[in-house]
């Protein structure tokens, strides 16, 4: 996850993926991001008064919803292949919005399982891959350092790339840009607390000490900048390539104190001290990636190795599901299997995956092929969603078609040059395209998922902050809660406590950081917030105070963590849910502010 190693290829990756850089126009004035309530105070909504205010359409006539919705500026989605306003409010009569309600939130929670799925399987594998290619020197002592690089920079990237980009899609838009402040600090107040504390129930332990102050005062230090950057109202330039500068001290003092650690011991190579937690050793077998789910298990592999014709080769690497796994496993196993076939049979078709731990790195001939043209493919049509894929040239011939003759000449010419049993020299090639491409459909569900929780909360009337802190905040986390919690019953609670304060830093700093960076301009080198509302500090609040609390108890405790401190923290979670409910339904407001 970070960008200190990711360097200017990364940059330039994101930036061109999400295509966001100059989204708003130029113009003296700075960007004006709204993270209190849902009502942005931008651009010409603001000229035109309070009427035009997207979030004011329920206080209207039922008859009147649709051209409401078609004639406000305030109302547009920017981005996004489906107008769900417009769906709600015009495709659905007013009777059946509990219906459209309803089906919202189902393909709400299916972005979720498309996030996992696609950053799980896909995304995080071939950044591996990547790290993996560029690893130059073989010498033991750099080489545990490099991995401890890799952990911190690449690994926190993949497992935090659904977060990062949900708030920089949502920092794109100031009318969504609530969002991305309530989702950074709502996330980051339930893993530290509701996680953390989970952690502590099921399986008490020692703390790793020096990682953990470490990774507390680095993570309160993000969140005292933001605040600040809330106080005074705006981020500039300078600030925002802070956040960046401050993940790479990070980054770097991580590495500097595991080899301060080191060489004190007497050992660049031995076994993990005391602070440093070994890695576990999966108890069951792992679950196969999307490309190698059609392998067989040692017990089913033949004896003699036996040449597969082209057509079998691919039909199996296009199938999702292992027949023996599907046997072994459970019947909830198989109802989430179930829903997510879809999704990795098309991830399978257009994200290649590059896996350096087998022989034949993943290789799949007929399938890579097929990748040339199907990866590029999506990328031109994701991109801005859609619109230079459809450009048409010339006016004559669209781009897309420029793309799939292109990539069909290089597919054919691989095809013909390569074999079935040993990848090419250039199979690392096929790593970065599948980043890309997964990087590419990460960004579309989070378009998808900002514009469907920005539709949620005009249909009930709810700020985007409070809908970032929990839909948001809560669907980007799932995913890490079950990996902590599962970690810690299988016997590695200092990993996974580890994971809850370490991997957090990343999505603040990168995802503020990168989010502000990308909406800037030559003539606009300013991000102005203008949090209006009480929320978005009783947010700020509760995620220092969480952390001031850890950061007393638990070195006051000395670093022995029970089944106390696990309750605290979420007693203390499920209190500050109701501060902000409250806060929200304005029970509890202030009229100075």
Not at 447 to 468: H, K, M
Not at 486 to 506: D, E, L, V
Not at 522 to 531: D, N, Y
């Given at each position: 996850?970070?960008?200190?190693?990711?360097?200017?290829?990364?940059?330039?990756?994101?930036?061109?993926?999400?295509?966001?850089?100059?989204?708003?126009?130029?113009?003296?004035?700075?960007?004006?991001?709204?993270?209190?309530?849902?009502?942005?105070?931008?651009?010409?909504?603001?000229?035109?008064?309070?009427?035009?205010?997207?979030?004011?359409?329920?206080?209207?006539?039922?008859?009147?919803?649709?051209?409401?919705?078609?004639?406000?500026?305030?109302?547009?989605?920017?981005?996004?292949?489906?107008?769900?306003?417009?769906?709600?409010?015009?495709?659905?009569?007013?009777?059946?919005?509990?219906?459209?309600?309803?089906?919202?939130?189902?393909?709400?929670?299916?972005?979720?399982?498309?996030?996992?799925?696609?950053?799980?399987?896909?995304?995080?594998?071939?950044?591996?891959?990547?790290?993996?290619?560029?690893?130059?020197?073989?010498?033991?002592?750099?080489?545990?350092?490099?991995?401890?690089?890799?952990?911190?920079?690449?690994?926190?990237?993949?497992?935090?790339?659904?977060?990062?980009?949900?708030?920089?899609?949502?920092?794109?838009?100031?009318?969504?840009?609530?969002?991305?402040?309530?989702?950074?600090?709502?996330?980051?107040?339930?893993?530290?607390?509701?996680?953390?504390?989970?952690?502590?129930?099921?399986?008490?332990?020692?703390?790793?000490?020096?990682?953990?102050?470490?990774?507390?005062?680095?993570?309160?230090?993000?969140?005292?900048?933001?605040?600040?950057?809330?106080?005074?109202?705006?981020?500039?330039?300078?600030?925002?390539?802070?956040?960046?500068?401050?993940?790479?001290?990070?980054?770097?003092?991580?590495?500097?104190?595991?080899?301060?650690?080191?060489?004190?011991?007497?050992?660049?190579?031995?076994?993990?001290?005391?602070?440093?937690?070994e890695m576990p050793t999966d108890t069951e077998e792992p679950e196969s990636s999307g490309t190698n789910?059609?392998?067989?298990?040692?017990?089913?592999?033949?004896?003699?190795?036996?040449?597969?014709?082209?057509?079998?080769?691919?039909?199996?690497?296009?199938?999702?599901?292992?027949?023996?796994?599907?046997?072994?496993?459970?019947?909830?196993?198989?109802?989430?299997?179930?829903?997510?076939?879809?999704?990795?049979?098309?991830?399978?078709?257009?994200?290649?995956?590059?896996?350096?731990?087998?022989?034949?790195?993943?290789?799949?001939?007929?399938?890579?092929?097929?990748?040339?043209?199907?990866?590029?493919?999506l990328c031109i049509l994701t991109l801005k969603s859609g619109i230079y894929g459809l450009y048409q040239?010339?006016?004559?011939?669209?781009?897309?078609?420029?793309?799939?003759?292109?990539?069909?000449?290089?597919?054919?010419?691989?095809?013909?040059?390569?074999?079935?049993?040993?990848?090419?020299?250039?199979?690392?090639?096929?790593?970065?395209?599948?980043?890309?491409?997964?990087?590419?459909?990460?960004?579309?569900?989070?378009?998808?998922?900002?514009?469907?929780?920005?539709?949620?909360?005009?249909?009930?009337?709810?700020?985007?902050?409070?809908?970032?802190?929990?839909?948001?905040?809560?669907?980007?986390?799932?995913?890490?809660?079950?990996?902590?919690?599962?970690?810690?019953?299988?016997?590695?609670?200092?990993?996974?406590?580890?994971?809850?304060?370490?991997?957090?830093?990343?999505?603040?700093?990168?995802?503020?950081?990168?989010?502000?960076?990308?909406?800037?301009?030559?003539?606009?080198?300013?991000?102005?917030?203008?949090?209006?509302?009480?929320?978005?500090?009783?947010?700020?609040?509760?995620?220092?105070?969480?952390?001031?609390?850890?950061?007393?108890?638990?070195?006051?405790?000395?670093?022995?963590?029970?089944?106390?401190?696990?309750?605290?923290?979420?007693?203390?979670?499920?209190?500050?849910?109701?501060?902000?409910?409250?806060?929200?339904?304005?029970?509890?407001?202030?009229?100075?502010?």
């Open positions: 996850m970070g960008h200190g190693a990711v360097g200017p290829a990364g940059v330039l990756g994101l930036a061109g993926v999400l295509g966001l850089a100059g989204a708003q126009p130029a113009g003296p004035p700075p960007l004006l991001l709204d993270p209190g309530h849902t009502v942005p105070p931008g651009g010409e909504a603001q000229s035109h008064g309070r009427d035009l205010d997207c979030w004011e359409v329920r206080k209207h006539n039922s008859s009147e919803w649709c051209r409401f919705i078609r004639s406000n500026p305030d109302c547009r989605l920017d981005g996004g292949f489906l107008n769900y306003l417009e769906g709600v409010f015009c495709t659905f009569p007013p009777r059946l919005l509990p219906l459209a309600v309803t089906l919202y939130a189902l393909w709400l929670l299916y972005l979720f399982v498309i996030l996992g799925v696609t950053a799980e399987k896909f995304f995080c594998p071939n950044l591996s891959a990547i790290s993996t290619n560029l690893k130059l020197s073989h010498n033991v002592a750099v080489f545990s350092l490099t991995s401890l690089l890799h952990g911190v920079t690449f690994l926190a990237f993949g497992n935090g790339a659904p977060d990062v980009f949900s708030a920089v899609v949502a920092f794109s838009n100031p009318r969504t840009a609530g969002l991305a402040i309530g989702a950074v600090f709502g996330a980051g107040v339930f893993v530290t607390t509701v996680v953390a504390g989970g952690i502590a129930l099921v399986k008490p332990f020692t703390a790793a000490s020096r990682p953990f102050l470490r990774d507390v005062i680095f993570y309160m230090l993000a969140v005292f900048l933001t605040f600040l950057g809330l106080y005074f109202g705006r981020i500039t330039l300078g600030e925002a390539l802070g956040y960046l500068g401050l993940y790479i001290f990070y980054v770097l003092t991580v590495v500097l104190c595991t080899w301060i650690h080191r060489w004190q011991r007497g050992d660049g190579t031995g076994p993990p001290g005391a602070w440093e937690p789910s059609g392998d067989y298990g040692e017990e089913y592999r033949p004896l003699l190795p036996s040449r597969e014709p082209s057509l079998r080769i691919l039909t199996t690497a296009l199938s999702p599901l292992d027949c023996h796994k599907w046997r072994r496993k459970p019947w909830y196993w198989r109802l989430f299997k179930v829903l997510k076939v879809p999704v990795e049979l098309v991830l399978l078709l257009t994200v290649p995956v590059v896996d350096p731990d087998k022989d034949d790195l993943n290789w799949k001939r007929p399938l890579n092929c097929l990748h040339i043209v199907t990866s590029p493919l040239i010339q006016g004559i011939f669209p781009v897309w078609g420029l793309v799939t003759l292109v990539g069909s000449v290089l597919a054919i010419i691989i095809f013909i040059t390569t074999s079935n049993e040993e990848p090419p020299k250039y199979h690392c090639v096929f790593a970065f395209l599948g980043f890309l491409a997964s990087a590419m459909w990460i960004n579309a569900a989070a378009t998808e998922l900002v514009n469907i929780l920005r539709t949620l909360g005009i249909i009930f009337q709810l700020s985007n902050t409070v809908l970032g802190l929990t839909l948001l905040a809560w669907g980007n986390s799932i995913g890490d809660t079950f990996s902590d919690l599962t970690m810690a019953r299988q016997g590695y609670p200092r990993m996974a406590f580890s994971a809850c304060f370490g991997g957090i830093i990343f999505n603040i700093l990168v995802g503020v950081g990168l989010g502000c960076l990308l909406q800037m301009t030559s003539s606009q080198l300013v991000v102005k917030l203008e949090p209006d509302s009480l929320l978005v500090w009783v947010l700020a609040g509760a995620l220092g105070l969480s952390l001031v609390f850890s950061f007393v108890w638990v070195p006051a405790q000395c670093f022995q963590l029970g089944k106390a401190y696990g309750i605290c923290l979420i007693l203390y979670y499920l209190a500050f849910l109701c501060v902000a409910l409250l806060t929200e339904f304005r029970v509890i407001r202030l009229s100075a502010v």
